[in-house]
């Protein structure tokens, strides 16, 4: 399971109700940032989310709006001691950009040290953390390198206490070992295999994180069945030329999309500021019923279909 907060949901300038790109994820003890908009500092603290394992920004494109708030988030993490480390991912001109403003602006100025790391992703790339896997998937966006990002669970397979009580397998460290997929011998000889305890393969939770983008057609396959889609729709279909011009969505396209990948879930940001809200929502619903207009500071749970 994930956990989502938005910390912004503007396009391109912020509004009075609405700050620029950005969106915590949540896994067990990890969080990612993905995108990092002018006033992303102060949505963190108003949203209680704290900073101490806020090791991880995952960058969409280099485009001002989505990464300006990298500025003043190095400043602060580089006065504030227990964090030492920042790492910094995207596609190769978000990178160049990010490493320009944070190593010959930012942090020479701050004169104390964080370590930031930058490292540029390619399409199909994966990043392994902890428990989730992070996949990097090009997107088009106007000339910009653009990159959508799906946060991966494993697959699990869910451990029979039952079973292994009666196999007489003891608590510990030969339980651990069979968790892992490892067998096990018991003291009077017998072999307990993974198969013996572990139930079948369940997926894992997928959520897949779109930034701008201009069309969905290259996503369709890698989000199909996603449990939540977090999506731009910057535009009504009134100003659909708008949104080829600019390279984005309309809600109409959005929500079209969610339905084609059978999302579990779709959350519509990136919200351009001639719009009040309710009414990219309400076109939005005509293609999925539950969409959902992202509010600065929401949280969501983004959970397995089967588990909600
Ligand atoms: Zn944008
Ligand atoms: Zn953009």
Redesign the pocket.
């Known amino acids: 399971m994930f956990d989502i907060m938005f910390l912004g949901t503007a396009?391109?300038r912020p509004t009075a109700d609405r700050g620029l790109?950005g969106l915590m994820v949540f896994h067990e003890t990890e969080r990612f940032l993905v995108d990092c908009g002018e006033g992303t500092q102060r949505q963190l603290i108003r949203g209680k989310v704290g900073y101490r394992k806020l090791t991880r920004v995952f960058l969409t494109h280099c485009?001002l709006?989505?990464i300006l708030g990298l500025g003043g988030l190095a400043a602060s993490f580089s006065e504030w001691e227990p964090l030492k480390e920042l790492t910094i991912y995207g596609p190769p001109t978000a990178i160049s950009l990010a490493r320009r403003l944070l190593c010959d602006v930012v942090l020479p100025e701050a004169g104390k040290a964080l370590n930031v790391q930058f490292v540029e992703l390619a399409s199909g790339e994966t990043v392994s953390c902890d428990h989730v896997q992070v996949r990097a998937i090009a997107v088009p966006h106007r000339e910009a390198e653009c990159l959508a990002y799906l946060f991966e669970e494993p697959p699990r397979r869910h451990f029979d206490k039952g079973t292994a009580e009666r196999l007489g397998v003891p608590e510990g460290p030969s339980r651990h070992q069979l968790a892992k997929g490892m067998s096990v011998t018991l003291g009077d000889g017998t072999t307990v295999s993974p198969d013996d305890v572990l139930g079948a393969s369940v997926a894992g939770t997928r959520l897949m994180v779109v930034?701008?983008i201009a069309d969905t057609d290259g996503l369709l396959d890698i989000a199909a069945d996603v449990d939540g889609l977090v999506i731009?729709s910057?535009y009504l279909d009134a100003d659909r030329e708008h949104a080829r011009h600019y390279g984005?969505l309309t809600a109409v396209d959005a929500a079209r999309f969610a339905t084609a990948c059978r999302a579990g879930a779709l959350y519509l940001t990136?919200i351009s500021g001639r719009y009040r809200g309710p009414e990219i929502l309400e076109e939005a619903r005509q293609w999925y019923p539950d969409a959902v207009l992202a509010k600065d500071l929401m949280r969501a749970s983004i959970k397995p279909a089967s588990a909600s």
């Open positions: 396009a391109s790109s485009h709006d989505h930034g701008d731009e910057t984005h990136h």
